[in-house]
C-alpha cells in the first residue's frame, strides 16, 4: 500500500514521530508519552510497518569514521529520449552512490555521493560520466550538513 493514503491518527502520527527521534526506544516508554499500553503501541507499529507508512530502521552514522569524510551530490543529465528508469540504475554498481534522485527540471538527476577524498569523488564521477548515458555534470561539494529532526 506504499503510497496510498492510509488511516493515520493522532495516536499513529505521534508514535511515529517518536520513533523517528530514537528508533529504539521500547513500547512501553512510546505508550507512556501517547498513554497507551505496550501491546497497543506494538500492534500500531505493527499495523504501520504492514501498510508501508514505516519501512524501516537506521542508524545515523558519522562517515568520516568510516572513510568516506567528503559528501558531495553529482546534478546529471541525460539525453532527453532516455527512460526514467534508466536514469535510476545508472549507478546501480557503484556502491559512492548512496541515492539518485530524479527530479523534473534541469538537471535530470542528483546523485548523493559519499568518498574518501577528492581523488576518490573524480574517479567516481568519471565512473558516471563513462557509462555512455550521461550527458553532463555539475558536481556540488558538501561544506556542512543539517538534518532535521522531528522536535
Given at each position: ?47 504501520l510497518e504492514a501498510t508501508g507508512v514505516i519501512r524501516g530502521y537506521t542508524a545515523l552514522v558519522d562517515h ?88
Amino acid at each position: 500500500m506504499t503510497g496510498a493514503l492510509s488511516n493515520i491518527d493522532t495516536i499513529d502520527g505521534q508514535i511515529v514521530r517518536l520513533l523517528q527521534q530514537n528508533a529504539r526506544r521500547t513500547y512501553g516508554s512510546i505508550g507512556q508519552e501517547v498513554g497507551l499500553s505496550a501491546p497497543a503501541v506494538k500492534r500500531r507499529v505493527d499495523r504501520l510497518e504492514a501498510t508501508g507508512v514505516i519501512r524501516g530502521y537506521t542508524a545515523l552514522v558519522d562517515h568520516a569514521y568510516l572513510g568516506q569524510a567528503v559528501e558531495a551530490f553529482a546534478e546529471l543529465r541525460f539525453a532527453g529520449s532516455t527512460r526514467v528508469d534508466d536514469i535510476e540504475e545508472i549507478a546501480h554498481d557503484v556502491p559512492e552512490v548512496h541515492a539518485i534522485f530524479t527530479v523534473a527540471g534541469d538537471p535530470d538527476a542528483l546523485a548523493w555521493i559519499r568518498v574518501s577524498d577528492v581523488q576518490d569523488l573524480k574517479r567516481v564521477i568519471d565512473r558516471l560520466r563513462s557509462s555512455g548515458k550521461v550527458t553532463g555534470t555539475k558536481t556540488l561539494m558538501v561544506l556542512s550538513s543539517s538534518v532535521r529532526t522531528p522536535a
